[in-house]
């Protein structure tokens, strides 16, 4: 089994994103242990394996428009990505992702009915997976408003964990899972489109507000006030998680939290001479400061600091092993 091929299929190098949105959620929780912890770790990783393998699988076998190829065949990008060129044969990967993320989810449901909503945790589960599901089987190519399935997907998924250890939602929780939806309502609408400019897809919404690319530069048009407009309330949310008996410490946190991200937002929204992989790296530092913001907010400090370098030494590490670069070479 050629391990590296099936972990860039699986995108492993965005692990810590999917793994931190179920652990952060957790063990925010008062029922709470380290075997659940290191459960949920696997889990998370696990997740994100088999179904950023999906999303691979289907983009690289369904056929989306008459008279076209798949969309992963058409993107000279994938060139090299192992579905791709063929290093993993297609009806071995629909074998091993379909029948693992079936397994996963099995699992998932006989844990919620331990956790301490199960009727809730359970509702999160079938949210993640359907709507999930939908995303990867075609809306994310044919739907200009694709963002919306995935991002309800991952709010699911992080609402199973969530009453994992939470009996109610609270107010908390309502500030957190919107700020989850939004941060995947921005990676999917502005960056998972911007990085797909040169192939002007009908799905891609920026270019449904009126961005376009000539010439290497990149005019947003109306797309750009989107994209600022959702980290802006994700920045205004951020600020509502931060915890009543604050230090100076959150307060520095997230002042550096949302200055990043505003600086980013304008690097990515704005109009700019475009360049794939300066993209590729920009979102992936995006990601990052808007995965990590909340976690203080959430959780001890220590156990924040853990998860944060745990987290960086994953996808700088992933990434070298996997692409040879600092950034997803996909």
Same mark, same amino acid.
């Given at each position: 089994m050629?391990?590296?091929?099936?972990?860039?299929?699986?995108?492993?190098?965005?692990?810590?994103?999917?793994?931190?949105?179920?652990?952060?959620?957790?063990? =925010?929780?008062?029922?709470? *242990? #380290?075997? $659940? %912890?290191l459960?949920?770790?696997?889990?998370?990783? !696990?997740?994100?394996? /088999?179904?950023?393998?999906?999303?691979?699988?289907?983009?690289?076998?369904?056929?989306?428009?008459?008279?076209?190829?798949?969309?992963d065949?058409?993107?000279?990008?994938?060139?090299?990505?192992?579905?791709?060129?063929?290093?993993?044969?297609?009806?071995?990967?629909?074998?091993?992702?379909?029948?693992?993320?079936?397994?996963?989810?099995? =699992?998932?449901g006989?844990? *919620? #009915?331990? $956790? %301490?909503?199960p009727?809730?945790s359970?509702?999160? !589960?079938?949210?993640? /997976?359907?709507?999930?599901?939908?995303y990867?089987?075609?809306?994310?190519?044919?739907?200009a408003?694709?963002?919306?399935?995935?991002?309800?997907?991952?709010?699911?998924l992080?609402?199973?964990?969530?009453?994992?250890?939470?009996?109610?939602?609270?107010?908390?929780?309502?500030?957190?899972?919107?700020?989850?939806?939004?941060?995947?309502?921005?990676?999917?609408?502005?960056?998972?489109?911007?990085?797909?400019?040169?192939?002007?897809?009908?799905?891609?919404?920026?270019?449904?507000?009126?961005?376009?690319?000539?010439?290497?530069?990149?005019?947003?048009?109306?797309?750009?006030?989107?994209?600022?407009?959702?980290k802006?309330?994700?920045?205004?949310?951020?600020?509502?998680?931060?915890?009543?008996?604050?230090?100076?410490?959150?307060?520095?946190?997230?002042?550096?939290?949302i200055?990043?991200?505003?600086?980013?937002s304008?690097?990515?929204?704005?109009?700019?001479?475009?360049?794939?992989?300066?993209?590729?790296k920009?979102?992936?530092?995006?990601?990052?400061?808007?995965?990590?913001?909340?976690?203080?907010f959430?959780?001890?400090?220590?156990?924040?600091?853990?998860?944060?370098?745990?987290?960086?030494?994953?996808?700088?590490?992933?990434?070298?092993?996997?692409?040879?670069?600092?950034?997803?070479?996909?």
């Open positions: 050629n391990l590296k091929a099936w972990m860039q299929v699986g995108r492993a190098q965005t692990c810590p994103a999917t793994t931190l949105l179920l652990l952060v959620p957790y063990l =925010a929780g008062g029922r709470v *242990s #380290l075997i $659940g %912890a459960l949920m770790t696997v889990f998370g990783i !696990l997740v994100h394996l /088999f179904s950023f393998g999906q999303n691979s699988l289907l983009d690289t076998t369904v056929i989306h428009y008459r008279g076209r190829l798949p969309p065949l058409e993107d000279p990008s994938k060139a090299h990505h192992p579905l791709v060129c063929g290093t993993i044969e297609l009806s071995k990967a629909h074998s091993v992702i379909n029948w693992g993320l079936a397994l996963l989810a099995t =699992a998932a006989i844990w *919620s #009915l331990f $956790g %301490a909503n009727a809730l359970m509702l999160g !589960l079938i949210v993640w /997976f359907i709507w999930g599901w939908g990867n089987a075609g809306l994310s190519k044919v739907s408003i694709a963002f919306l399935p995935i991002s309800i997907c991952f709010a699911g992080t609402g199973w964990a969530w009453f994992l250890t939470h009996e109610t939602i609270g107010l908390a929780g309502v500030y957190y899972f919107a700020y989850v939806f939004l941060t995947i309502l921005f990676q999917i609408s502005v960056e998972g489109n911007l990085k797909e400019m040169a192939q002007a897809e009908r799905s891609n919404l920026l270019i449904a507000m009126g961005a376009r690319l000539r010439s290497g530069w990149f005019s947003p048009g109306w797309s750009a006030a989107w994209g600022v407009g959702i802006a309330l994700s920045g205004f949310l951020l600020g509502r998680l931060v915890r009543v008996d604050f230090t100076i410490f959150d307060i520095l946190w997230g002042m550096l939290c200055v990043s991200i505003g600086i980013l304008g690097k990515l929204c704005l109009p700019h001479f475009y360049d794939r992989p300066r993209e590729l920009l979102m992936s530092l995006m990601e990052i400061v808007s995965i990590y913001a909340p976690i203080p959430m959780v001890d400090w220590r156990i924040a600091a853990i998860l944060m370098i745990a987290g960086a030494i994953w996808f700088i590490g992933a990434n070298k092993l996997l692409w040879g670069t600092s950034h997803p070479g996909v």
